[in-house]
């Protein structure tokens, strides 16, 4: 990674809002008391996540906790999360519903920036089941890349699952060509990206090129 600027989960969210992509409402926390105003504003179900530039994939070492949904459960999540990476700050965010995405972008050596769509979860894991363009992408284009992927369906609302704004996941599309574009980005995951009658950026990871 020698060169490049990895941004933690915070740092990348806010670049994205700057090109007026939406996040969830969320807070850097040091210690309970902070986490607790967050709930007073905010109300549960909330997340609390490590917040750390050295843990690039927070869920692998332990370090998200969902589905908090009492200040006793907040207050076993802290402690449990202070004693597993002492010394780093965290993140307490919204829990939101909807059909999980998600959106990532790279820089290639041949194309140059490409950006990927897919369902997340085993979609994306098991079933391969994606779609990619080459940046800058037109809205047609866009459509498009929804439109093929084999799990469209469950977009459109299936059995239980409501349908998701498609036309929110397509502005994203959009405007991540031109995040990548404009700021330098060699790697970029946005993953879940969370749509119901709007599309939030749950977790992102944004890596920057040497220049910027």
Not at 83 to 105: H, N
Request: negative net charge.
């Amino acid at each position: 990674m020698s060169g490049k600027r990895v941004l933690n989960e915070y740092e990348s969210k806010r670049l994205l809002e700057r090109y007026g992509i939406k996040t969830v409402r969320e807070r850097v926390v040091e210690d309970l008391d902070q986490a607790m105003e967050f709930i007073s504003e905010n109300g549960y179900p909330a997340v609390l996540k490590v917040l750390s530039e050295k843990i690039t994939h927070k869920s692998d070492v332990g370090g998200v906790i969902t589905g908090i949904n009492s200040n006793e459960e907040l207050n076993e999540a802290f402690s449990s999360m202070k004693e597993k990476f002492p010394g780093e700050k965290f993140l307490i965010q919204e829990m939101c519903s909807g059909v999980e995405v998600i959106i990532g972008g790279k820089l290639d050596q041949a194309f140059g920036h490409v950006v990927m769509f897919g369902l997340g979860g085993i979609f994306t894991e098991v079933l391969k089941d994606y779609s990619v363009r080459i940046c800058p992408v037109t809205p047609d284009d866009a459509d498009e890349m929804i439109r093929e992927i084999k799990g469209y369906r469950i977009l459109e609302g299936y059995r239980n699952i409501p349908p998701a704004n498609v036309e929110e996941i397509r502005e994203i599309l959009l405007k991540i060509c031109t995040v990548m574009e404009r700021e330098n980005v060699v790697e970029l995951d946005l993953n879940p990206v969370m749509v119901e009658k709007e599309a939030k950026v749950v977790d992102a990871l944004i890596i920057l090129g040497e220049s910027s």
